[in-house]
């Protein structure tokens, strides 16, 4: 991905962070990076259970990431 080129990291050293299933989550998976659902924008906890994936984390919103 060329964000990742620019700034010299490899797959092992990023995650897609995101609020969208249909577009962040899987945009992460299939690029195998992993994924970290936020639960402040469009996705909830319900909608997200009517997809057959699932990301590697869910937290509440993006200050939650912090502290866990």
Same mark, same amino acid.
């Given at each position: 991905?060329?964000?990742?080129?620019k700034?010299g !990291?490899?797959?092992?050293?990023? =995650?897609?962070?995101?609020d969208? @299933?249909?577009?962040?989550i899987i945009?992460?998976?299939?690029s195998?990076i992993?994924t !970290?659902?936020?639960?402040s924008? =469009?996705?909830?906890r319900?909608s @997200?259970?009517k997809?057959?994936?699932?990301?590697?984390?869910?937290?509440g919103?993006v200050?939650?990431?912090?502290?866990?």
């Amino acid at each position: 991905m060329a964000a990742m080129d620019k700034l010299g !990291v490899g797959h092992r050293d990023t =995650v897609i962070i995101g609020d969208r @299933m249909d577009t962040d989550i899987i945009a992460g998976i299939e690029s195998s990076i992993e994924t !970290v659902l936020v639960l402040s924008g =469009v996705t909830t906890r319900e909608s @997200m259970e009517k997809f057959a994936y699932r990301p590697n984390y869910v937290f509440g919103g993006v200050g939650d990431i912090l502290t866990a």
